[in-house]
Every structure is written in C-alpha cells, then in structure tokens.
C-alpha cells in the first residue's frame, strides 16, 4: 500500500526476451516455486508461507520497484503464472510487461486464464496485487537507511494471495476468463495499475469486476472490505455472503477509492471491490517479516474472496456506478497518526558515528568527524581509510548505511579502520 503523505491523511508483473533469456532462465529457475502434485483441493497455508517466504527474504532487498529485487519479484510470479499454463494478455506476447517509473523501468506481470463458457471468454474477472515494497530506503520507506523493508504483509501477502487464487482458478475455471495481475510502482503512487487502465494494456472495457487483495496477511479475526458501492448490483450479491460470516469481524464500505490499485480500476469505471486487514505497528517498517504474518487467517480472507469472485462469475449483469470517497477502516487515520509518532519516536533514537566520508580506493575515506561523537570518542580522524563496519565491506556510502542498517544509540559498531599502513579493529558505542 502506498504511504499516505503525513498531510493527506484526513483526504484521503509467456515469453521472456531474448536479449535477457539467458540470465532470465536462470533467475525462474532458482525462483519457480515448486511444481504441484495434483489440482488443489483447497486454499493452502503452505503454499501462502512459500510464496511469501522467497518475497519478503532479504534476497529480494525489499522489491523495491526499478531495483534487482522488484525484478526478481516480476521473475518468480511470471514462472507461477508459466507453471500454471496461463496465457499473456490479448495482443501480448509476453507475461511482464514495461512502463516507465520516472526513470526506471519496471514491469507489471499480468496473465490470462480462457473462461469455460466460451460466450464469456471475453468478458473478465481481474485479481490483482502490488508486487512492490520500499526497498532499501525506497519509496515510503519508514526505517533507517540501509535498513531492508521486507513487505511480508505489504504486499507480498496480497501476491501470495493472488497466486494461490490463480492456483485455485486455473484447476477450477470459471466461466469468465480471468486476468492476474502483479503490479509494480504502487508505492511510487499506483503507477503500474494506473498505466495498465489508463493505456488500455487491459482490456477495461470488457473487465467485469476488478478484485484488489493489498495487506492481507494480519487478520487476525478482522477482514475490512471496500469498494461494495461500485457496481449497482454488488450488495445484493455479496452481503449474503458477508452475513453468514461468524468467525471474522467484517467491516465493509461502499466508497471506491484507496491508496491501493483498486483505485485505478475504479476511476477507469471498472467496478472493484478491496480486500485489506489494516495497517498495524510493522507497517512500512524493517520489521514486516515474513514470520509475524498470520497464515490462517491470510486462507481465510482468501476463501472468501473466492467466494464473491464466485458470486461475481454467476452473475448476469454488473453495472458500474460512481462511489467517490477514501474507502478505508473508520480508524484508520487514527492509526496512522499513531503509527507516524512511533517512527518519529525511533528516528529519534537512531545511533550514529558521526563522520563524514567518500569514497575512494579500497574503502571509504573519513573526511570530518563530529565532535563529541562516537567517532571522536575512538580517536578516527580525517583521512583514516574505513574498510569494514559490522563485519561488512564499505566501498559506497549505500554500504555504510547497510552496515549501520538499524542501529541505535547505545548500540556497538565494530569498525576496521586503514590508518598509515597500519589497520585497526575499534569498536564504537553509537550516540
């Protein structure tokens, strides 16, 4: 989910290419996911916990869009949907495809699976995901810098999820065609979906409902769902599902706007409908791990969105209507404005040496020290060469401040420091 702006609050990735086929082939091939014995016979928790696992790794640094990690993010998904038989989009001949991210190249993974009723097979279902993280200090990063911001539950809990539904769908067709898609850029402001709707790469006119899944993996016994209000026909086909629900605390809205992918499918005038379990004290922080996602309950949420989609694909008609507003939980701002004083509170404890170095042959050189600062307490002065920090060579200042990753004061750092020909192992007490 993109960072809503302190100030905002009240307002609320077939065929790979040839030039990279190589490389690439080998990249899917470490990442594929394992094939599958048989059809699922259900949603499954192990599957959710593999995905999920390789995504939020520290391999992947984060998925920050335009970076290594995004791509290999775009790699693993693009092989599921392979495995799986699906097919690239009408007009497509390749599963990931490019859009330009200011600068960056980054690719949304969209695929297709065929409807078993031929008359519908060019009408379809969407079921999306960000595929995108903060990276490293990338967008909306809320930690330290060179701290990795994993993204268990944003997003690789809604990627997960969408893969295990196009598992599901494509041993149990619908009778729609249904698209999945992977989007990058949605921390850099939606940009993947928005250029999915807005160049038509998806065939909006024919999508009958778009199925947004971002944050799905803290339930926890609550599921907030958004968007009921932006086909006429939505309410009267989901809250009977809704009702029958006991085991989960539902809170639902009609209004057709978030700071997630939905958003752009709305205001294409695509009906659709977000699934989300609310932010919580991890949210854009190092700490969104992969272990503190509730796998259960992750399934559960899944189920029923199986469900409306099901409800969705038996429909005869959905009509879609406008429902402008921030279709979020009611305490939603209030939660954020909680979480933004606890990252000011640890901004505040955040430990440093306190030097200033560039780079230069074999390390970094020290070209000030602060006064009064751990640095100055060991005795570092200008022109002694820094080689390691924490056990980690530090040629850029990139690997300095993953060295320092989450550091604060009081923490130690051990530092191998080049001074004259002679090289020294300090350890510095941060302040």
């Not at 990063?141 to 539950?153: K, L, R, T, V």
């Not at 949210?283 to 992969?290: G, S």
């Amino acid at each position: 989910m993109i960072r809503i702006p302190r100030l905002c609050l009240g307002a609320l990735a077939a065929a790979l290419s040839l030039t990279t086929l190589a490389a690439s082939q080998q990249a899917t091939a470490r990442t594929a996911p394992p094939a599958a014995a048989a059809a699922p016979a259900e949603l499954r928790e192990a599957d959710l916990r593999a995905h999920i696992g390789y995504l939020a790794s520290d391999e992947l640094e984060g998925r920050e869009s335009g970076e290594e990690g995004g791509r290999l993010a775009e790699i693993y998904v693009e092989a599921h949907f392979l495995r799986l038989g699906l097919q690239p989009l009408p007009g497509q001949t390749e599963m990931r495809l490019p859009f330009q991210a200011g600068s960056r190249t980054c690719n949304n993974v969209v695929a297709v699976l065929p409807g078993r009723d031929p008359a519908l097979r060019g009408k379809y279902l969407a079921i999306g995901g960000h595929l995108d993280h903060a990276g490293i200090g990338g967008p909306g990063a809320m930690g330290f810098p060179g701290e990795i911001h994993n993204g268990a539950d944003d997003n690789a809990s809604g990627t997960a999820g969408m893969m295990e539904l196009a598992e599901w769908y494509a041993a149990h067709p619908p009778r729609h065609s249904v698209i999945f898609m992977g989007f990058s850029a949605e921390e850099r402001g939606l940009l993947g979906s928005k250029h999915l709707v807005k160049e038509k790469i998806v065939p909006v006119s024919d999508i009958v409902a778009m199925v947004n899944l971002d944050m799905i993996g803290r339930s926890h016994g609550y599921l907030f769902v958004a968007g009921l209000g932006t086909a006429a026909e939505f309410r009267g086909l989901l809250d009977p599902i809704f009702a029958q629900v006991k085991d989960v605390k539902l809170e639902l809205s009609d209004l057709g706007q978030a700071p997630s992918d939905n958003t752009s499918f709305y205001e294409g005038g695509v009906p659709a409908i977000f699934f989300f379990t609310h932010v919580h004290d991890d949210y854009h922080m190092p700490t969104d791990d992969a272990d503190k996602i509730d796998y259960a309950g992750e399934v559960r949420v899944l189920q029923l969105a199986r469900e409306s989609i099901d409800v969705l694909d038996a429909a005869p008609k959905l009509t879609f209507r406008q429902a402008d507003g921030m279709g979020m939980p009611a305490d939603f701002n209030e939660r954020m404005g909680k979480h933004y004083n606890l990252i000011g509170q640890r901004q505040n404890l955040r430990g440093k040496l306190g030097i200033v170095a560039e780079e230069a042959v074999g390390g970094l050189s020290v070209t000030s020290v602060n006064a009064g600062s751990a640095a100055a307490e060991l005795g570092v002065v200008a022109g002694d060469l820094l080689k390691q920090v924490n056990g980690r060579e530090v040629r850029t200042l990139s690997d300095l401040r993953r060295a320092m990753g989450g550091s604060i004061r009081g923490d130690t750092a051990t530092l191998v420091i080049v001074r004259g020909g002679e090289t020294l192992n300090l350890t510095a007490t941060l302040k």
